[in-house]
């Protein structure tokens, strides 16, 4: 497959993100976010995830009851994500330009409002772990063995493969609406996304990185970063079921 053109990005002092484009997609996100929180109706959101409506089914049977996903049936965690990137994926997926079996029949059956109902209601539930204990390595205790850590926290420049921290946050906690959690997430859904860059079928997400990064990974490379991701925390806590 031929690469996608990665946009030029220049290294970064190891461990340290790209601030600018973030800082602006961050300071866009809350600027939009701010004028259309208050519309959404979390009640709504709450019923459709707890209990579904109609023929949906309750987002918890599959995602948990505190959002927190499920990692043996590879099912992701939706609590903490941003707003606006869960309804764009309901979004996408409802009209099948994210194709997911799983999935379709369930985004189609909401309306777009209560896609974003439902979308704020899980961005507003903690994450399934304090990210107090997510302690991402130094870059320079980084081995080169450890393929997934190195190429999270370092990356690898000379074949065009910025680090993942460096967009969605140190020790993978996310940043801003667009750049979701990674920590946590299921080994096999991270890596199922990653292919699915690579081969064309996930819309990319802002800036147009992610088919270009993941065009530049080998089968190994997924491999190793999805399970760098989905052992992060080690040891964490288990979230508590929303009370409200």
Known sequence: MTPVPLPKLRPTPPGQ????????????CMLGAGASAGAQDL????????????????????????????????????????AAYLAKQLDEMADGARPSPAMQATAAGLTPARRRDVAAYFAG??????????????????????????????GDW??????CNQCHGPGGTGVGEDFPALAGQPQAYLAAQLHAWREGRRPPLP??????????????????????????????????????
Request: hydrophobic share 50%; with cysteine; charged share 15%.
């Open 158 to 163: 000379p074949n065009g493969l910025p680090a």
């Open 43 to 82: 009640a709504a959101g709450k019923a459709i995830a707890t209990a579904g409506a109609g023929a949906v089914p309750a987002c918890s049977s599959c995602h948990g009851a505190a959002g927190e996903g499920n990692a043996a049936a590879g099912f992701p965690r939706l609590a903490g994500l941003g």
């Open 125 to 154: 539930l903690p994450a399934p772990y304090p990210e107090s204990s997510l302690r991402p390595p130094a870059a320079d205790a980084v081995s080169p063995a450890d393929r997934g850590a190195w190429l999270a926290v370092r």
């Open 17 to 28: 993100a790209l601030r600018r484009p973030i800082r602006a997609l961050a300071l866009a």
């Open 207 to 244: 800036l147009g990185l992610m088919p270009a990064v993941a065009s530049r990974l080998s089968d190994a490379d997924i491999q190793a970063v999805a399970d760098y991701y989905a052992r992060l925390p080690q040891a964490a806590p288990s979230a508590p079921a929303p009370s409200r």
